[in-house]
């Protein structure tokens, strides 16, 4: 099966300056995904010009299908000449990776990517060439399920110069540390999270220069399929579940008349779980073969709360009901299908019923779009 | 052995069906049933617009709400057990 990339990024920027010098910019493509990271001479506005322009005409150009040695020769004739330092400078990192697991690094004065498989670094021989007068590191390699590379500017090496250690905590210190990380099975945001929280401490909360770090984790992609509402047709009752249980991956069930088709369809019984772990919701229930069953709006409508306040899957560790588990797991699956039933209960369409039951649909698309903003796959089929 | 189904799906949920279980669930320990009644959820009754739905046995009572519980427990739990203490369930 394909590879996942899970992508998350930070950015520090000089004590004082309200631009990053550092760019970066990342591009899928057909066959993968493209990252770029740049350092542009200098700080602030300037710098932030000169690296922007890098990371878009690599990428772009990369896209394109260009060589390498196009890129460096156009970001020569391109790059505005500094005139304080009569130079055309900016640094970049051009990471190329296919989802059958070959990778192309290109580097040019950054520091070296940290490359890693679970809780180790790979040792990634670089072969320099020179383009057009610039030195560049090339390597090819491999990854596979488990293995994370590390993007970073300087300014991320250089953290606590002059302050905790004389030079900074380096090279060899910062790639210890992200192996720590490595080793856990957390996603690329709260890696970069731990990573930012760590360099923001050194500079004791005023960077000493722009810093920036791009994680990689790769994986094999987790996929979802959530059943949610049944279909308008009852003949299609057995096909929607059909779906459901033959799909790979997790299988969620959202509804109480649609837990209760599934049951039929399949000849089981479902059980509900008496406590309320949260009193504004209805408590889930458990089907075999179903991971998550539970009750429908009410739990969609806490669930889209939780996803616009930009819960991480971290802080919904151990929270038992419905909304958070469903949210932690739509958070963590890479590509999600949803069938989504149109069929109308007539009971929620009473005006004895609150109204907040009569929108399930309008929360499913927000949810919908949510999870597209955090750049998962998502495909939606109606019933 | 009786069986009480309390639905607790959106519909009963919102008028107050986790009032309702956690009421029968007093009153089963206050009573020192656990090993006599057996208290479940369920999804939907298909009486969305009824709720809450209750179920004692196979017999369904709708629109019920807490406070109702303790007459509905007495009435129909108590008698179907056949415990003398029919009368005292509230």
Request: aromatic share 6%; proline share 4%; net charge neutral.
């Amino acid at each position: 099966m394909d590879l996942h990339f899970d992508i998350a990024q930070m950015q520090l920027s000089k004590h004082g300056e309200e631009l990053c010098g550092d760019s970066v910019r990342r591009v899928d493509t057909p066959y993968g995904v493209i990252v770029a990271v740049s350092d542009g001479l200098g700080s602030g506005v300037k710098a932030n010009i000169l690296s922007s322009l890098t990371v878009t005409l690599a990428t772009r150009m990369l896209e394109k299908g260009a060589r390498l040695d196009d890129v460096v020769e156009a970001l020569g004739e391109t790059l505005p000449v500094c005139r304080v330092r009569k130079l055309a400078y900016s640094t970049f990192s051009l990471l190329l990776l296919s989802r059958e697991g070959r990778a192309y690094l290109a580097e040019y004065d950054n520091p070296p990517a940290f490359v890693g498989r679970g809780g180790r670094l790979v040792d990634v021989p670089r072969h320099g060439r020179e383009i057009h007068g610039r030195v560049v590191q090339e390597a090819v390699f491999e990854v596979t399920d488990g293995s994370w590379i590390v993007l970073v500017s300087d300014g991320v090496l250089h953290a606590g110069i002059g302050g905790l250690w004389n030079l900074g905590w380096g090279w060899e210190r910062v790639g210890a540390y992200l192996s720590k990380l490595g080793a856990t099975d957390i996603d690329a945001a709260d890696f970069v999270r731990e990573l930012e929280h760590l360099v923001q401490r050194l500079y004791a909360g005023r960077p000493g220069d722009d810093a920036t770090a791009v994680v990689v984790r790769v994986r094999r992609p987790r996929l979802l399929t959530a059943l949610i509402g049944p279909p308008r047709s009852r003949s299609d009752d057995a096909e929607v579940t059909r779906q459901l249980m033959a799909s790979p991956g997790w299988k969620v069930v959202c509804g109480g008349t649609t837990g209760n088709m599934v049951a039929r369809v399949l000849g089981k019984e479902i059980e509900v779980e008496l406590d309320f772990p949260d009193e504004r919701i209805p408590p889930t229930g458990r089907l075999e073969g179903v991971d998550l069953l539970t009750e429908g709006t009410l739990t969609l409508h806490r669930c889209l709360e939780l996803l616009r306040a930009g819960v991480r899957p971290r802080q919904l560790e151990g929270r038992r009901d419905g909304a958070s588990r469903l949210a932690s797991m739509l958070l963590r699956a890479d590509r999600l299908d949803f069938i989504i039933g149109r069929a109308i209960n007539p009971a929620h369409q009473s005006p004895d019923v609150p109204p907040d039951l009569a929108i399930k649909h309008k929360v499913v698309e927000d949810i919908v779009a949510e999870l597209e903003a955090r750049g998962k796959k998502v495909s939606v089929k109606y019933y | 052995m009786v069986t009480i189904t309390v639905c607790i799906g959106s519909s009963c949920f919102k008028r107050g069906a986790d009032d309702v279980v956690s009421e029968f669930q007093r009153l089963i320990t206050e009573n020192g049933l656990e090993n006599k009644v057996v208290l479940k959820g369920s999804f939907c009754m298909d009486r969305c617009t009824e709720g809450t739905t209750v179920k004692v046995g196979d017999t369904v009572f709708v629109g019920v709400v807490a406070r109702d519980v303790p007459r509905l427990f007495r009435d129909e739990v108590l008698t179907r057990l056949q415990l003398p203490g029919a009368g005292r369930g509230g």
